[in-house]
């Protein structure tokens, strides 16, 4: 059974271009959340993608978007990067619930933006 | 909000002892979860344990425990007879108003010695 699979591992940009993550779920999950970790912080929530639609956003910028196919990938895009965009970007999947389901994450893809 | 605090940023153990790693938080909520999550160095995120509020009992899994103080807001992780396999970063973890997002804190590097 595979686990949560992103792609690609390292990208390398350059300011003001556009950028897109992939994310495959595990196995029977239909949830798939964003996070951005920044170099010695922890993950910080991007948005969250159930039935195609996007349910949850947190504090990021409208640069920020993403997709949810009927196979439940995920897709994040990024427009217009800042040098601040430098991260790894981590997907996760879960099954919906009430805030106790385990999060399965990905292996991360490490963006670098110069 | 939610927020999410780990005072330790960097903690060493030797190898068969025990470590503590801290973790306060803050929440409105009455009923929630709390997550202990483990990024070792080749970065894939994994649950490590999980504590319901309601429950007064505190959780434990192999060699990890909490200690869970809902009063206090405090939910410790304890780890015992560590092995060097738990090097690692240590993420204290609340999810959001009944939802998957999850607040992390900043995290603990925990490095076991042999």
């Known amino acids: 059974d595979a686990g949560v699979t992103q792609s690609p591992t390292h990208l390398i940009k350059t300011r003001g271009q556009q950028v897109t993550l992939r994310c495959s779920p595990k196995s029977g999950h239909d949830t798939v959340s964003w996070y951005q970790q920044a170099l010695g912080q922890g993950p910080q929530f991007i948005f969250q993608?159930?039935?195609?639609?996007?349910?949850q956003r947190g504090n990021f910028p409208d640069r920020f978007s993403g997709h949810q196919f009927p196979n439940y990938s995920s897709e994040l895009n990024v427009n217009a990067l800042l040098l601040g965009d430098s991260a790894l970007y981590l997907c996760a999947s879960s099954q919906p619930g009430e805030g106790g389901n385990e999060q399965y994450f990905g292996p991360g893809t490490r963006l670098t933006v110069t | 909000a939610q927020t999410v605090t780990q005072s330790q940023p960097e903690m060493s153990v030797q190898e068969a002892e025990t470590v503590t790693l801290s973790c306060t938080y803050d929440t409105s909520e009455n009923n929630y979860y709390l997550f202990w999550y483990k990024q070792p160095p080749s970065r894939q995120m994994i649950l490590v344990i999980r504590q319901e509020a309601y429950k007064q009992q505190n959780a434990t899994e192999n060699r990890f425990s909490v200690n869970f103080q809902k009063a206090a807001k405090s939910f410790s992780l304890k780890i015992s007879d560590s092995q060097l396999g738990d090097t690692a970063m240590y993420f204290c973890?609340?999810?959001?108003?009944?939802?998957?997002?999850?607040?992390f804190g900043k995290g603990t590097k925990l490095t076991v010695n042999p």
């Open positions: 993608y159930y039935e195609e639609e996007e349910r």
């Open positions: 973890a609340l999810p959001q108003g009944g939802s998957e997002k999850l607040v």
